[in-house]
Antibody
Framework: QVTLRESGPALVKPTQTLTLTCTLAGSSLKSNGMSVSWIRQPPGKALEWLARINWEDVKIYNPSLTTRLTISRDTSKNEVALMITDVGPLDTSTYYC???????????????WGQGTLVTVSS | NLLLTQPRSVSESPGKTVIISCTGSGGDIDTYGVQWYQQRPGSAPTIVIHDDNERGSGVPGRFSGSVDISSNTASLTISGLQTEDEADYYCQSYDRGSVTFGGGTKLTVL
């Protein structure tokens, strides 16, 4: 059974760089077909997909945020990290990581999700 | 790019059937498949339907998905409504290199 857990700072200041970590259990990041995405949700608002990394270390990003995002992995720790540069109040969100299941069409679907971690951007 | 539009809220009584719509604009909704997620208050989303009409593991048969190409609309149907179905529901697809979510629909089971 695959589980994911997010970790990171609860509070960051504007203009800083935010780094979040997703720890995967129950499977290896190097397993064929394993992909992990980051998705966020501002308080009371809708979900927004950010980035995905797969078992071959191929990375894709939300085009509207690509200049500020970096997704990476540490296979020795079975962790996926997401870095967001130059954060502002609009980056205040709950950040989720989720396994991205392959699909016949498109990027795939997200299951399971981690419990999420709330990050507030404020001075 | 594909934009997915959902009603902000729907409500129905226990035991009844409700349909939540997800209308695509700026692209064909069925090109890359549609997924549906349930999010209860204070919890992470969980998969309900993937690839238009496939139920996620453990999802009751009361949940079903469909796509109407003529109206570019995907639908999530929940029959035999139960109070535990009260949640936010999000549709999701993919277009031109990015994942798109709908704005979410709050389902109230009265």
């Amino acid at each position: 059974q695959v589980t994911l857990r997010e970790s990171g700072p609860a509070l960051v200041k504007p203009t800083q760089t935010l780094t979040l970590t997703c720890t995967l259990a129950g499977s290896s990041l190097k397993s064929n077909g394993m992909s992990v995405s980051w998705i966020r949700q501002p308080p009371g608002k809708a979900l927004e997909w950010l980035a995905r990394i797969n078992w071959e270390d191929v990375k894709i990003y939300n085009p509207s945020l690509t200049t500020r995002l970096t997704i990476s992995r540490d296979t020795s720790k079975n962790e996926v990290a997401l870095m967001i540069t130059d954060v502002g109040p609009l980056d205040t969100s709950t950040y989720y990581c989720a396994r991205t299941r392959p699909a016949p069409r498109g990027l795939g679907w997200f299951d399971p999700w981690g419990q999420g971690t709330l990050v507030t951007v404020s001075s | 790019n594909l934009l997915l539009t959902q009603p902000r809220s729907v409500s129905e009584s226990p035991g009844k059937t409700v349909i939540i719509s997800c209308t695509g604009s700026g692209g064909d909704i069925d090109t890359y498949g549609v997924q549906w997620y349930q999010q209860r208050p204070g919890s992470a989303p969980t998969i309900v339907i993937h690839d238009d009409n496939e139920r996620g593991s453990g999802v009751p048969g009361r949940f079903s998905g469909s796509v109407d190409i003529s109206s570019n609309t995907a639908s999530l149907t929940i029959s035999g409504l139960q109070t535990e179905d009260e949640a936010d529901y999000y549709c999701q697809s993919y277009d031109r290199g990015s994942v798109t979510f709908g704005g979410g629909t709050k389902l109230t089971v009265l």
